[in-house]
């Protein structure tokens, strides 16, 4: 019997020793607010027959609670205990409500957790108000209510104001975002207008009332009741006929009155020959009262009299009033302009240019113009000529293109009187033979690159083009300033008409350069050419992300080539962090094997496929591999390790533990440790030992049995 309760006492110890365990309390609460911090004190006791370090982490924090734990690791010897503290605070923005956290234990034994419920309470509170809380609005009529805020808090809040609903259109706020002190309040004003064309009809919407760069925010309702008018509105044009020259401009002027009960604005339109322009296409006119109109008569060859009609349309009511006009057209002038000399193309190298004009009057009639140009600068032998009928005269014009740039230009001679205008414009191509084009379009933008010494040395390489649009060869010279750790080649390079010619930026700060706002110049200098482009730079400093890290997949693309031992697989990469990854490098721990892409860069969310190579040797006999992977990436070492199953031709990834589940931006969902494997396997092993003990004694206490029999048989 005294060996049977030994083993049982024996067996006992040893599952009592196969656990680690961690003790305190399971609910906490406060606010941003609070006087002070929570802190909370747990025990951590290691039951294992051996020292242990153990690491300690809080899950389920997101970004709503500022929180640490203190230490962060320990090393217990066998049975002994450790206070572990937790200081924690919710952010001011968070949301009210239970949020549920998890400490999290990790060691070489495994994983556990213990689970808190933390309840962030009510700090910050504002209250809205809406007066009157109904409105009523006719055809055009506008009214107002008033918004009410009070600020609940302890400190000066910032309320953000906005409108949702099916009267959104119809309301209007007076200001959007108010800074209201703490147990104070503000009024805004809300304004309704009714359209001018509506039926009646009930809408609501929502005065939404919330805390700047918060989640927290209340919202009241208010009801618009629209109702329908009788429309008075009555527009009258002014009726006319008009008489106009067919050779020439000119404006006639029409006026509409106002005769309904509101002010009013018309959108106008015509119908007719395209030779007549209305000059303004609306106008507005208060209730009683008249706007007058100018119609254009431009110049035509045609002749007699002609219809057209005028639609004025009330942008308020949709109603449209409509009136019909004759025009009796005339031929009255007639002088023609004709080009006798000067050149259609010229080079800017020619500085000055002639060209002669011959005016003819076409009429009966004598006619007195006054003469000018336009477009290029220059000047005219004659300002002014008169011309008897059918006369005609020649002037010339001189123009300066030594100021000129290169591209095709518009040379005019104007001839005006006060009943006739007649203009001609010539087109001139002007070319620079010594022009040059710098296409650096690539500097338009602010280039942003990092730096730390935690980071590769990030660069950018700009590609940039210098053409010779003239006609002689030149040299460029390039050059940069303001900006030290920007560097050009060539620097210098000779170009042939026509031809272009790539050169290059390089932007490469190093590591330690000074995170900010750097400003330079680009120049780029030739014989009749010089130009600076800006170059703006933006230097940030590096920081690490909150996560890191990448998830594999793979299949096996190639059957084992039996006497090599070597195997193919594809492996896709998708980039689980929550930044963009640089990788520079991927290589095995274990087996000789190459890699096709090594180095690629891999957008946040972004995979890509890579093929792997690996070489067992000969002397391979296993069914399985395990391939150990290392990606070294600008952010930090990544390690992966897959099993390829060669009968199966499986590849599958191992996780080293289950994380805690965590729901970012509400109230977290509940962490659950997983059972770990190096765990249940310690627990098999102590189990199978206890078993051979309680054989072992059971074949003790049966040969002990047995003697005692023998010797009673003696006596």
């Known amino acids: 019997m005294r060996i049977r309760a030994g083993i049982l ?86 949301k009210p409500g239970v949020y549920t956290l998890a400490l999290k234990v990790s060691s070489i034994k495994g994983t556990f957790s213990k689970e808190i419920k933390f309840e962030v309470l009510e700090s910050i509170k504002i209250s809205l108000d809406v007066e009157p809380a109904e409105l009523t609005l006719g055809q055009c009529e506008e009214r107002e209510a008033t918004v009410r805020i009070e600020n609940k808090s302890p400190i000066k809040e910032t309320i953000v104001l906005s409108i949702e609903g099916s009267a959104k259109s119809l309301l209007s706020l007076s200001s959007e975002e108010v800074s209201i002190a703490e147990d104070s309040n503000k009024e805004v004003a809300l304004k309704a207008k009714a359209p001018c064309k509506t039926t009646e ?114 942008v308020l009511y949709e109603k449209t009033t409509v009136m019909s006009y004759i025009v009796t057209l005339k031929d009255c002038y007639k002088v023609t302009i004709a080009k006798v000399s000067g050149k259609e193309k010229a080079c800017l190298e020619d500085g000055k240019l002639a060209y002669g004009f011959l005016l003819k009057n076409e009429k009966n009639s004598e006619i007195t113009l006054a003469l000018s140009i336009g477009g290029l600068k220059g000047e005219l032998d004659k300002s002014e000529v008169t011309l008897r009928p059918e006369e005609g005269k020649e002037i010339v014009a001189t123009v300066d293109i030594s100021k000129e740039s290169a591209g095709k230009k518009k040379l005019t001679l104007n001839a005006n009187s006060e009943e006739f205008s007649k203009s001609l414009t010539l087109d001139i191509e002007l070319k620079d033979c010594y022009a040059l084009n710098v296409d650096a379009r690539e500097l338009s933008k602010e280039l942003t690159l990092e730096v730390g010494p935690q980071l590769c040395p990030q660069s950018k390489l700009l590609t ?76 940030v400093a590096a920081t690490l992300p909150e996560k890191i890290g990448v998830a594999a997949e793979a299949e096996v693309e190639e059957t084992i080539i ?63 591999v395990e391939l150990p992977l290392v990606i070294l990436t600008d952010r930090g070492v990544i390690k992966k390790n897959i099993i390829i199953n060669l009968l199966e031709e499986t590849v599958t990834e191992i996780e080293t533990e289950t994380p805690v589940e965590e729901t970012p931006g509400a109230p977290a969902g509940q962490a659950v440790a997983a059972p770990q494997v190096a765990n249940i396997v310690v627990l098999l092993f102590l189990a199978i030992v206890a078993v051979i003990i309680v054989i072992l004694a059971y074949y003790a206490y049966t040969k002990e049995k047995a003697g005692e029999e023998a010797q009673g048989k003696k006596k």
């Open 562 to 624: 039996e006497q090599e031992r070597t195997v193919k697989a594809k492996i896709k990469l998708l980039n689980t962090s929550d930044c963009p990854l640089e990788v520079l490098d991927i290589n095995s721990e274990k087996y000789s094997v190459t890699f096709e892409p090594e180095q690629f860069t891999m957008d946040k969310n972004a995979s890509i496929e890579i093929t792997t190579t690996i070489y067992l040797g000969k002397g391979y006999d296993k069914n399985t």
């Open 464 to 539: 940039l083009k210098a053409t010779n649009t003239g006609t002689k060869e030149q040299e460029v010279k390039v050059s940069v300033t303001g900006i030290k750790w920007i560097y050009l080649e060539p620097k210098e390079f000779e170009l042939e008409a026509g031809k272009s010619k790539e050169f290059y930026l390089y932007v490469s700060p190093a590591v330690t350069e000074q995170a900010g706002d750097y400003e330079g110049l680009l120049t780029v200098e030739a014989r009749d050419y010089k130009k600076e482009f800006p170059i703006k730079v933006k230097l």
């Open 201 to 314: 009809a009930e809408k609501t919407a929502n005065i939404i009332a919330r805390i700047k760069g918060t989640e927290i925010e209340t919202e009241k309702a208010i009801k618009i009741t629209l109702t329908t008018l009788t429309d008075k509105q009555i527009v009258k044009l002014e009726k006319k006929s008009f008489e106009a020259c067919n050779d020439v401009e000119e404006t006639k002027t029409l006026k509409i009155r106002n005769e309904g009960r509101a002010k009013d604005k018309l959108s106008l339109s015509i119908d007719g020959p395209k030779w007549i322009k209305l000059e303004q296409t609306s106008v507005t006119i208060e209730p009683g009262e008249e706007a007058e109109v100018s119609l254009k008569f431009m110049r035509t060859n045609e002749e007699g009299d002609f219809n057209f009609t005028i639609i004025a349309n009330s």
């Open 9 to 94: 006492i024996a067996f006992l110890l040893l599952l009592a020793g196969a656990f680690a365990s961690i003790e305190g309390p399971s609910e906490l609460e406060g606010s941003c607010f609070s006087k002070d911090p929570v802190i909370a004190e747990y025990t951590l006791t290691n039951n294992y027959k051996e020292t242990i370090e153990y690491k300690i982490t809080i899950a389920g924090i997101t970004n709503n609670f500022d929180a640490y734990i203190k230490p962060e690791s320990v090393v217990l010897g066998p049975g002994k205990k450790k206070s572990i503290f937790l200081f924690i605070r919710p952010c001011c923005y968070t």
